[in-house]
């Protein structure tokens, strides 16, 4: 079936630092792919997304590439601020639902 | 433009007791409904899943149970409450059929659940 494996958090960086959040998944096919962003006491926000191989979603600074070959769609920022700590979650659109992460709680430091 | 509500917004309840929390979507017709549960630093769990008024799909066994008495409502219920049923509740939408090219989930800003 459908899985998504993430990096284990928490991360935690300093301001400025580049951030890599892993994602690969298991799926039949070629699924669209996503990233989610939870802020502390909130619902989920869409990040940013990639339809098909090849496809770069970018949102806010973030990337990230679907990687048919590698099975991945990684989360890339080149400098990150105090205001991105969040958990994020990967996914994958499955028939008639998403199939998400663990979450990776990610903390910024001044 | 759509929406999408849940309440309430925080909850504290004994064990035991019943739940009944609400979810409603605006602005579109016929969505498909999801329940997540978020137990704390812990990733989501789906729950219940809804493609049409009384269709509900469950996703893990449990004491809770879930409702659609109209399109754009979808309920999770429950008759007594364990501890464990503590927890971060998420309710989210999605177009059905081709209406979303990318068939994302919107999702609400959750129900705070403490059990005590």
């Known amino acids: 079936g459908n899985s998504v494996t993430q990096m284990e958090g928490p991360v935690t960086l300093s301001e400025e630092a580049f951030l890599t959040i892993n994602c690969t998944y298991t799926?039949?096919?070629?699924?669209?792919l996503f990233w989610y962003v939870q802020y502390p006491g909130e619902g989920l926000q869409l990040l940013l997304k990639a339809t098909k191989a090849d496809d770069k979603g970018s949102n806010k600074g973030f990337e990230a590439t679907y990687r048919k070959e590698t099975t991945s769609f990684h989360l890339e920022k080149g400098s990150v601020q105090v205001s991105d700590s969040a958990v994020y979650f990967c996914a994958l659109r499955g028939a008639q639902k998403l199939v998400f992460g663990q979450g990776t709680r990610l903390t910024i430091n001044p | 433009s759509q929406t999408i509500h849940q309440w309430p917004a925080t909850l504290v309840q004994p064990v035991g007791s019943p739940l009944s929390l609400e979810c409603t979507v605006e602005g579109t017709s016929n969505p498909n409904l999801y329940w997540y549960r978020q137990a704390a630093g812990r990733g989501l769990q789906l729950l219940f899943y809804?493609?049409?008024?009384?269709?509900i799909s469950s996703e893990v066994p449990q004491n809770l149970s879930a409702s659609r008495p109209q399109d754009r409502q979808f309920i999770l219920s429950s008759k007594k409450l364990l501890l464990s049923d503590s927890g971060f509740y998420l309710c989210?939408?999605?177009?059905?059929?081709?209406?979303?090219?990318?068939?994302?989930?919107?999702f609400g800003p959750g129900t705070r659940l403490t059990v005590l």
């Open positions: 809804s493609v049409g008024i009384g269709q």
């Open positions: 989210a939408w999605r177009p059905s059929g081709g209406a979303s090219l990318y068939n994302e989930q919107f």
């Open positions: 799926a039949t096919g070629y699924p669209s």
